[in-house]
């Protein structure tokens, strides 16, 4: 699996959320306390729990992409399924190959 | 969670269209929750509960998309099922209604019995309000039970009721049994003074029933049968517990005997080795030994040691006992004797204990047992 997180073309938004990881971080504060910021969690190769994320873009079983304040998430497996989705959270079944940020 | 939503009832819905997912983001938007989410050829297939589904039909408006609903499941499912089937249900309802009602009946009553007419007890019953068909609240086993007794050919009647049915079990009144000679015919006595608990009779006829005092040689269960017909004698054989009291007192003086020092003692050598004492002489019947002296001797390679002790004279002696030490010396030495009389297979039902002070000091004590045990005991007549 890879994770990559991509810095480029991340648009004014996505800058300022980066932004103000930073400076929680530079206060001893973790950056997932800022409630801006998407929070993935990833269970094995099972399950991924995506928080904070702000709409769906694209779904199919072998490539899930979502809104972000950080940009768009691409979550890439086989048989990706949403087990539940709300405003909030969204939680992925299938196979996880790879959760990148374009 | 799959429980919880089969519960509360959802529904399956294709959403069809050119961006399904701008339908599914404004769902999500609008606070609806939608769960197995997959992606179908051209569709996006999901979950949501009823009550997002009629939020849908709002949400739908304006965007390019269409909802297929695939099928319904859960609760709504089966209410939707009902609705369609009035009739049905007013079915159901009645058969739950009557079978509600029917339960607070008799249904049937089950008599068994050799001797006496199966048809005699359910008239009996019926007469007593216990036929098919009589509200169960009603029915009062014990009442039954005490009037079945009543009757001189019953030994024991047993009434039962079990959800609809009435059970009813009579004792003693074994079928008619073979003529056989008058050798070997004999009767059951009671080998003591109790009152009867239970009997059951193998062969012969029940003479006594539950609950009645018998003595000592009384007949419980008699061979004779020669008044139903003549020449009938058998080997009475059954089963018969009775409850016996067993009870015993004994009075305890105040002054309790015990051992003192008459003033007499002589001087005795003891020689001890690996821990064995072996003492040269025993100069009185009763004494108390007091350690006057203690060598050891080192010139041995054995370790001995040599005791010199004063051996005091003890006398038996009078001396007043406190009431309280009087009484449960009454009352031990009365459990003794009792323990000495009392059957060994006799299961103890009640114990209890009375002690009475007499004006001279003395304290009596009683202890009373209640046993249940066999009484039975087969003798040829």
Redesign the interface.
């Known amino acids: 699996m890879k994770n990559n997180n991509k810095t480029e073309g991340g648009g004014r938004k996505a800058g300022a959320a980066k932004k103000g990881g930073r400076r929680l971080a530079s206060i001893g504060l973790p950056a997932d306390s800022d409630c801006r910021l998407p929070c993935i969690t990833v269970t094995g190769d099972s399950y991924v729990r995506v928080e904070h994320h702000c ?7 072998g490539c899930v992409r979502l809104y972000s304040r950080l940009g768009i998430i691409r979550i890439e497996g086989e048989g990706l ?7 909030d959270e969204l939680l992925l079944d299938g196979r996880v190959s790879s959760v990148s940020f374009e | 969670m799959k429980l919880w939503k089969c519960c509360t009832g959802y529904v399956i819905i294709d959403i069809m269209g050119k961006y399904p997912e701008r339908l599914v983001n404004r769902c999500i938007e609008e606070g609806m929750i939608l769960f197995d989410c997959e992606r179908r050829e051209g569709a996006v297939r999901a979950c949501v509960s009823a009550d997002d589904f009629k939020k849908l039909r709002r949400i739908i408006r304006g965007s390019e998309c269409r909802v297929r609903l695939v099928s319904k499941k859960g609760r709504i499912r089966a209410a939707g099922a009902l609705k369609r089937n009035a009739a049905f249900v007013t079915a159901l309802s009645v058969a739950a209604l009557a079978m509600i009602l029917a339960s607070t009946r008799i249904w049937a009553v089950r008599v068994d019995t050799v001797t006496v007419p199966e048809e005699e007890i359910t008239e009996a019953l019926s007469e007593l309000g216990a036929g098919i068909g009589a509200l169960r609240r009603s029915i009062k086993t014990s009442e039954l039970t005490r009037v079945l007794n009543a009757d001189t050919r019953i030994a024991n009647a047993k009434v039962k009721l079990t959800g609809v049915v009435l059970s009813v079990r009579i004792d003693g009144t074994d079928e008619m049994p073979e003529a056989k000679s008058n050798e070997g015919a004999a009767n059951v006595y009671a080998d003591k003074d109790c009152v009867i608990t239970y009997i059951s009779v193998t062969e012969g006829r029940a003479m006594v029933k539950k609950g009645q005092a018998v003595r000592a040689g009384d007949i419980l269960i008699s061979g004779d049968l020669s008044d139903i017909k003549e020449g009938y004698w058998v080997y009475a054989e059954g089963v018969v517990y009775g409850e016996t009291v067993y009870r015993a007192s004994f009075t305890a003086e105040p002054f309790e005997e015990r051992l003192v020092r008459s003033g007499t003692f002589q001087r005795t050598i003891a020689f001890s080795v690996f821990g064995q004492e072996l003492f040269k002489g025993r100069p009185f019947p009763s004494q108390e030994l007091e350690l006057l002296r203690e060598t050891r001797l080192t010139c041995s390679i054995i370790p001995i040691v040599v005791r010199e002790y004063a051996a005091w004279e003890l006398v038996p002696e009078l001396t007043p006992d406190a009431p309280e030490g009087t009484e449960e010396r009454a009352r031990l030495s009365a459990q003794e004797k009792l323990d000495r009389i009392l059957p060994k297979d006799a299961k103890i039902i009640a114990v209890s204990t009375k002690c009475k002070a007499d004006p001279d000091g003395s304290v009596t004590a009683t202890v009373t047992v209640t046993t249940v045990e066999k009484i039975g005991i087969s003798r040829s007549f």
């Open positions: 709409g769906v873009l694209r779904f199919s079983p399924a949403a087990s539940s989705m709300d405003g």
